[in-house]
């Protein structure tokens, strides 16, 4: 059967795909979406506790504000669910979306001579003829549908379906265990009568201690609170700052790594000799700036007193993205023994349990994996050769020129891959920036200045946090958008405004065309 031609293809319907699906709608796009149901990570990687970490006003659409876009609680993932669906609705987004739809295969059928060479520019990103095929199987059937496009968004993410485990020694793994193991993934699947039944009375190990793990750990602890309730363990390798909200003494947070004031202290690629020094000799203000706030976290949150004090300055989770807001009960079922915590590096299973590198063992029932997901397999999964291999970088970075077209990878373009303070607002900008540039409005630089620029982005990365595999752009996201901006010929509104926030929304009061 001849495959479907079509122009554009937006692999996944999550935040990232309604994006591009929206600034593509004048090319009739086909959305696939391998579920039933929009919304990506906040419908099939939350839990019911699950709730943004933000507010409505700091995670909008620049066109769509949310209805209540002044209410200072931060939304549950239902709400952003509802959000995102109103939205979808608003632009007729749906209308591109086929449901039940999971892209299984892609193969190039491009010009392989032009996609070898990698020295000039860029080819051309609607050719008038298919590059790309797509194998798709529709409501998981044996069969599937191919269909041939010219350009190929993809807008899977880096989190959730595949997950991250660790890797165990020959008869120290899972299978040993006498308990049930499951991923955090599989948590999410659980309601709340299923949840609660599943650790109500259990001893409960929960391995990892970002916002999942600790998450996971409240609910534990809120569904042990009976008599016969077992405390819950957190398992921890790599300590991370958490926060209890934001504020620091007094003072808004955003003041400190949000403005473009704050932003200046630094270092940002393409910065000239001059500010080059300056923030050289500006160093120990930035370092000052994290003393500050880790002096108030110390002081407000209990972390001395559990042995959770990170080893690392705080700047380098926030430039990582890592930061996380931890939940205002958290700390008082730590006060009450329902969760406990034990740091360790190296650890495996048991029939009982789990053991430890120091010797020490702990009972469980249950084990979940808080340990995150692998994006790239994900990837590497439908992407075929030689451009699979692209995926791997010296750095350990995907080298995306802003954070959107690889620069070896011809006609495709990744979206929802490089991290911010506001993902939602980097998606959406970052999606206007692909639909001018699939428009012709403006070119691609050379395939070696668009190395050369996410080369630089990744140096200044790695000099400013050790977490720099992340690819978050926090700490110079001012200045990204900035760039993106001046590619596109529109100015913003900020560089006269040294005070206006990084997540200010995009939209069309903020950046104006020349």
Known sequence: MAPVVSKIAIIGAGVSGLAAAKQLAHH??????ASDSIGGVWRHCSYSSTKLQSYRCDYEFSDFPWPDRDNNTFPSHTQILDYLQQYAEHFDVLKCVRFNSKVVEIRFV???????????????????????????QTNHSDTVQWYAFEFIVVCVGKYGDVPKTPEFPRNRGPEIFQGQVLHSIDYCKLDKEA???????????????????????????????????????????????????????????YLFYSTRLSQFLHERPNQSLLRALLCLLLSPMRRGVSKFIESYLL????????????????????????????????????????????????????????????????????????????????????????????????????????????????NMAFVGYLESIANLHSAELRSIWLARLVDDKFKLPSVEKMIEQTT???????????????????????????????????????????FSEAFSPYCSEDYKEN
């Open 28 to 33: 009739n796009p086909i959305v696939f979406e």
């Open 110 to 136: 491009g010009d392989r001579e032009a996609a070898a060479d990698f020295t000039g520019k860029p080819a051309t990103l609607l050719p008038g003829h298919p590059v790309w095929e797509v194998a798709v």
């Open 195 to 253: 949840a609660t039944h599943l650790l109500e009375g259990k001893k409960v190990a929960v391995i990892g201690y970002k916002k999942s793990a600790i998450d996971l750990a409240l609910e534990c602890a809120e569904a042990n609170q009976g008599p016969g309730g077992q405390p819950c363990t957190m398992v921890v390798r790599t300590l991370h700052w958490t926060v209890p909200h934001y504020w620091v003494w007094g003072l808004p947070f």
């Open 456 to 498: 630089k982005e990744i140096e200044v990365a790695k000099r400013t946090t050790r977490f720099y595999k992340r690819h978050c752009i926090s700490t110079f996201s001012i200045n990204h958008g900035d760039e993106i901006c001046e590619e596109m010929g529109w100015n913003s509104w900020r560089k006269k405004n040294w």
């Open 299 to 410: 002081w407000k949150l209990p972390l001395q007193k559990y042995g959770l004090r990170p080893d690392h300055p705080f700047e380098e989770d926030y430039a990582s993205c890592q930061m996380a807001i931890m939940p205002e009960n958290f700390f008082s079922e730590a006060d009450k023994g329902k969760i406990v915590f034990k740091r360790a590096s190296k650890w495996w299973f048991s029939k009982e349990g789990i053991e430890f590198d120091d010797d020490t063992k702990l009972e469980a029932d249950v084990v979940i994996l808080a340990t995150g997901f692998d994006g790239k397999k994900k990837l590497k999964a439908i992407l075929p050769e030689p451009f699979r291999s692209l995926l791997e970088y010296p750095s350990g970075v995907m080298a995306l020129y802003r954070g959107t077209i690889h620069p070896l990878i011809p």
